[in-house]
């Protein structure tokens, strides 16, 4: 406690004088899904109005997605307010609601084998009557009348993981097997999810988030290296083999193997499995450098399907052009810089290496998602963070950010303490 005004103020212009990253991210994301419900009602607004699956309801799609927002804007500030540290180690003693219980006082529970269980047991709900199929993939399950994408949920709780297992790699004198004891449980909990949902772009993000933050948060050494060239030789022989199919003219058994043959050879599938990827290209195309106008897409009326979920960058490329495309990535990269920005000045290795697992997450689903609507990369229907329709992707993408937020906050607590025992010790300690 400050008892002379001198020392107040002194406190007080310290903490004016600080830089607020956690106000520019709340501007950024707001500005993000602004955009987004602006997108998701110009991409839907003509179908919606002339089916009566709508109710013929133009802003059928935009109205759920303001509905998701503020629900995802809630959760975000709940998660800014609480210490992220519990995510790792859960202190009873510091939540509110079981501090004054007495034999709870002292106890901490580490959490990290915990969160690994759960993400295993979100994928085993695929297994369960919860699990809804929707175009051939098991990827959702409804609870009532909540549908929830479990990918979602896995994502978030893989990072967390890694982030508790990275926590404890430098007390740990073998760093080869703790780096080895993030991959390979990390690594399986993927293909796990992978192997029932078929959801190929889960698996290229989840490994992304894998080894990047174990790149950045260790230090870098052959293992990488050779997993690096692993993977790499991996995806060669994979596309070897679709090439083989392809000349052969057989059909593909696996339809991952037939979405990769449809990049790879987009003319001999351009009325089934190459349709969307061609017409989104058409669509950028057409766009320029100043776009058509908003709300004048061609290509949304009927030639992209759902063009307001993974594929609608294109119609902001029709829409807006190369102009437009590149303020949105200006965006998106002030955010991601941020996010890093906050990692760097963690408290805790815990709170780095979530934050960086953060910002490698938002850049990759930014990337992929670009990446497959130029046909850079094959479609794996990845949506864009805080811009494509779904409530599942945005209210846990936000929930990331209300604990990287946390991190900010808890690190803006620290900053303020140590500055304040500092003014006690030059003010108000006898002698001066």
């Known amino acids: 406690m400050l008892r002379k005004p001198s020392a107040r103020r002194a406190l007080a212009s310290y903490i004016d004088s600080q830089e607020r990253v956690d106000i520019k991210v709340f501007i950024i994301l707001l500005m993000l899904n602004i955009f987004g419900i602006i997108m998701i009602y110009s991409a839907s607004s003509y179908r919606c109005s002339l089916s009566p699956k709508y109710n013929y309801d133009n802003m059928y799609f935009a109205k759920k997605q303001i509905g998701y927002v503020i629900l995802s804007f809630i959760g975000m500030l709940i998660l800014r307010v609480c210490n992220y540290n519990n995510f790792n180690i859960l202190n009873f003693s510091k939540i509110p609601l079981l501090k004054k219980i007495k034999g709870l006082k002292n106890v901490k529970l580490s959490m990290s084998w915990f969160i690994y269980l759960l993400s295993i047991c979100m994928t085993l709900t695929l297994y369960t009557p919860l699990a809804v199929s929707a175009k051939g993939a098991v990827r959702w399950i409804k609870i009532g009348s909540m549908s929830l994408q479990v990918a979602e949920v896995s994502k978030i709780l893989i990072i967390l993981w890694i982030g508790t297992r990275i926590s404890r790699y430098t007390k740990n004198k073998s760093r080869y097997r703790i780096l080895w004891f993030i991959w390979f449980p990390a690594g399986a909990s993927a293909l796990f999810l992978c192997a029932k949902s078929s959801n190929l772009s889960t698996l290229i993000i989840l490994c992304g988030i894998i080894f990047g933050m174990t790149i950045i948060m260790t230090p870098f050494n052959k293992t990488h290296i050779a997993v690096f060239a692993a993977a790499a030789g991996g995806v060669a022989v994979v596309i070897n083999h679709i090439y083989s199919i392809i000349n052969s003219n057989t059909a593909f058994k696996d339809f991952r193997y037939g979405r990769i043959g449809a990049w790879l050879a987009p003319e001999k599938f351009s009325s089934d499995e190459s349709y969307q990827s061609l017409q989104s290209l058409y669509a950028v195309a057409s766009g320029g450098f100043s776009g ?102 945005v209210i846990f993408t936000m929930a990331e950010m209300g604990i990287a937020l946390s991190v900010d906050r808890e690190h803006f607590r620290a900053k303020v303490e140590r500055k304040a025992k500092q003014i006690i010790e030059e003010k108000e300690l006898p002698g001066y």
Request: charged share 10%.
């Open 292 to 393: 058509k106008g908003l709300g004048n897409s061609v290509q949304k009326l009927s030639r992209i399907p759902e063009a307001q979920n993974d594929m609608i960058f294109a119609v902001i490329c029709e829409e807006l052009g190369i102009l437009g495309a590149f303020i949105m990535l200006g965006m998106f990269l002030y955010l991601i810089f941020q996010l890093f920005k906050i990692a760097s000045r963690a408290e805790t290795i815990f709170g780095r290496a979530v934050v960086t697992g953060i910002a490698i997450h938002i850049s990759l689903q930014v990337i992929v998602n670009i990446f497959v609507v130029l046909m850079i990369f094959p479609n794996t229907g990845v949506s864009l963070p805080f811009i494509s329709y779904g409530g599942s992707a």
